[in-house]
């Protein structure tokens, strides 16, 4: 299961998020301060997702969504190629 790690803006928190189902929206805030201003912090844990394929990554695309202040993340996971 992929983990993400997220760093908010605003206060500096560094925390995880798990994601469980592929295609999974959610919304992510900062446990702190409930800051949607987040960024992707890349672990330095290489973690390959499926058959380690070069290009077979997950991949999360950030979005509005419920008008402007809400934020969304929509994670893509390549299906399983078995
Ligand atoms: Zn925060």
Do not use: H, W
Request: charged content about 25%; aromatic content about 6%.
């Amino acid at each position: 299961m992929p983990i993400f790690e997220f760093k908010c803006l605003e206060c500096g928190n560094v925390f995880e998020k798990l994601f469980i189902n592929s295609n999974e929206e959610v919304d992510l805030n900062c446990p702190d301060c409930r800051s949607a201003d987040l960024e992707r912090v890349v672990s330095r844990t290489n973690y390959s997702i499926g058959a380690g394929a070069a290009g077979n990554q997950a991949k999360i695309t950030e979005k509005t969504c419920g008008g402007g202040s809400n934020r969304c993340m929509t994670l893509d996971l390549p299906g399983p190629s078995r």
